[in-house]
């Protein structure tokens, strides 16, 4: 599926302002991909809550989804009505685990142990209930984590994080416009960032000291407006990661007896 195919399914509730956004994004598709909703509108000549209406208007539950739908669908990677929806469940985690086997994680796990503080931020509910997993696991580990459940939340609580604790920051695209502040101010002040995303070239790994990656490949459902998405691949990639950890303290406890 691509967007093309998306307008033609939602062309009743689209505007003629909404054709004519939608026809610059089709004409601009690679600049899009790396606009902000606020620098998008200035293109389009249309306010951020136009935008964001017409996102929803698609199936999306905003503006970094409808990005995030935008790289997938230029990669031939949105499953349809006629996908085999366990065999790209099954893909989405053998290219996790793929994905992890080759990566490092030492340098996170070294991180995570220094910390005072774990501070975890995700960008929707769906991620937020697997960070809140892993928050709950790292304090058998005797390690103070901290969740922050909103966009609010965070901002107030940047004057407190420090150089000693470290931020993880979990989302699908990478690309939410409102925490793209934080995370400069973070990198301003040498705080240590981690990032969970989709695979994806994406601004919050861009902008982390240790980037880590799962797939996630969206399909669609018979009859629904909306596309669907799984976070299995978090899942397993956040329940790997916190595995590597008790791996890493177990093996330095091991080396001091």
């Not at 089709?26 to 600049?31: A, I, S």
């Not at 796990?109 to 997993?133: D, F, L, P």
């Not at 459940?149 to 470290?166: A, Q």
Request: glycine share 4%; proline share 1%; with cysteine.
């Amino acid at each position: 599926m691509n967007l093309k195919t998306l307008m033609q399914k939602h062309q009743k509730n689209l505007s003629e302002m909404d054709w004519s956004i939608l026809g610059y994004i089709l004409e601009n598709e690679q600049e899009v991909m790396g606009l902000s909703i606020i620098e998008l509108g200035g293109k389009v000549h249309s306010s951020k809550s136009s935008i964001l209406r017409l996102t929803k208007k698609l199936g999306f539950s905003g503006y970094s989804e409808f990005k995030y739908f935008m790289r997938q669908s230029k990669q031939n990677n949105i499953g349809t009505t006629a996908t085999d929806l366990i065999a790209l469940q099954t893909k989405d985690i053998e290219n996790t685990v793929k994905l992890a086997q080759q990566t490092d994680f030492t340098a996170l796990c070294a991180a995570i142990q220094h910390a005072n503080t774990v501070y975890c931020y995700a960008t929707g509910y769906s991620q937020r209930k697997v960070i809140e997993e892993f928050s709950k696991m790292l304090m058998i580990c005797d390690k103070r984590s901290i969740i922050i459940p909103v966009k609010t939340e965070l901002d107030i609580s940047m004057s407190m994080i420090t150089k000693e604790d470290i931020v993880l920051f979990v989302s699908l695209s990478g690309e939410t416009d409102d925490v793209k502040e934080n995370i400069l101010s973070l990198n301003a002040r040498k705080i240590p960032i981690a990032t969970i995303t989709a695979f994806s070239h994406n601004y919050f790994a861009e902008h982390a000291q240790y980037a880590y990656f799962y797939y996630s490949t969206p399909f669609t459902v018979s009859g629904k407006e909306h596309i669907a998405q799984s976070l299995v691949g978090l899942s397993v990639l956040v329940d790997l990661i916190y595995r590597k950890y008790v791996t890493y303290l177990n093996k330095q406890f091991e080396e001091e007896s």
